[in-house]
């Protein structure tokens, strides 16, 4: 695709790209996404119009361009919600190249979102969530495999660290202490505290562990020694829920979901649940915990000047 792309605009997306990366703090994975998408879109223009289009030729396209390319990606199967990403970058990088270049971007910046059904996530209930816990011991005959498991899915549930961050700890982190330093999206850094089941479970794990845990390796190892694969962990998890009769909707993420539900549904501050998860926007913890309407209205009525009364 990258060769419908003129070199002026190739060398205006990487300006774009390495922008992003360095002032904004994106996450390498977004970074290639961004570069997907919009090279696609770039892609789709060249072949549309029968010419490659410099920066300059972006600020003479309309809203039916926009149009013909959205109807091109759904016409390819691409779904709503994939789409809807794809525009936002699209958007972005045109708004940058609008102000570099010095045209108006009114056409692309109009252009609608195509709508989808947002899946809201899924957590188990506590009960559900210990049993897992439980059933993923249970998973293998080794004992330190079966320990490994379990410590890697403790953390998901007792400190709601995203698999990745949980594959990111190293042997310079044991023993655990009450509180764990992570590096989580776009490079933030965040402490997280440390329930003293985890600490068990990962000072079981380590002392069972027939591989040398040194300070600057991978903390959590694969059977033969390399760093362990995130899809073992989403395997047990799915043998787990198998056994267990719960629904697929129940993944690694979702031992995350559960924590930030769980803590909100014990009185938790919804804030204090966001700086733990590691969200950059409260909308997204808001969205990450499944809460009823009756304690919703408890957390409102606690919290709301004119609920009590002032």
């Known amino acids: ?18 922008h992003e990366r360095a002032l904004k703090s994106a996450s390498a994975h977004t970074i290639a996404a961004y570069g997907r998408d919009v090279t ?6 060249a072949h549309h119009h029968g010419e490659s289009l410099g920066p300059a030729r972006i600020g003479r396209l309309g809203i039916t361009d926009m149009r013909a390319w959205m109807a091109h990606e759904r016409g390819r199967g691409v779904a709503p919600r994939s789409l809807a990403r794809a525009l936002s970058a699209v958007k972005t990088f045109t708004r940058w190249l609008a102000e570099r270049e010095g045209f108006d971007p009114t056409a692309i910046l109009s252009t609608r979102s195509p709508k989808f059904t947002a899946k809201l996530p899924r957590p188990l209930s506590a009960e559900a969530a210990q049993e897992m816990l439980s059933t993923v011991e249970m998973q293998s005959e080794e004992p330190w495999i079966a320990a490994r498991d379990t410590a890697v899915v403790t953390l998901l549930y007792g400190c709601g660290l995203r698999i990745s961050e949980a594959l990111s700890l190293t042997g310079a982190d044991l023993p655990l202490g009450e509180v764990l330093r992570i590096t989580g999206k776009g490079d933030k850094e965040r402490i997280v505290p440390v329930l003293p089941v985890a600490r068990r479970a990962v000072a079981e794990y380590a002392r069972l562990c027939p591989h040398d845990l040194s300070p600057s390796a991978p903390l959590f190892r694969g059977k033969r020694g390399g760093a362990l694969n995130p899809r073992l962990i989403a395997k047990v998890t799915e043998t787990a829920r198998m056994q267990l009769g719960l629904p697929s909707s129940v993944t690694p993420h979702a031992m995350r979901h559960s924590f930030a539900t769980h803590l909100l549904n014990a009185g938790g501050d919804l804030r204090a649940i966001q700086e733990l998860l590691g ?3 409260l909308s997204t913890t808001q969205a ?17 000047p004119r609920a009590k009364g002032d």
């Open 1 to 18: 695709m990258s060769l419908a792309l003129s070199a002026a605009m190739r060398d205006a997306l990487e300006t774009w790209l390495s």
């Open 40 to 45: 696609g879109w770039l892609a789709f223009l």
């Open 279 to 281: 969200h950059a926007s």
């Open 288 to 304: 990450y915990t499944a809460v009823d309407t009756a304690r919703l209205m408890q957390v409102y009525e606690a919290a709301h």
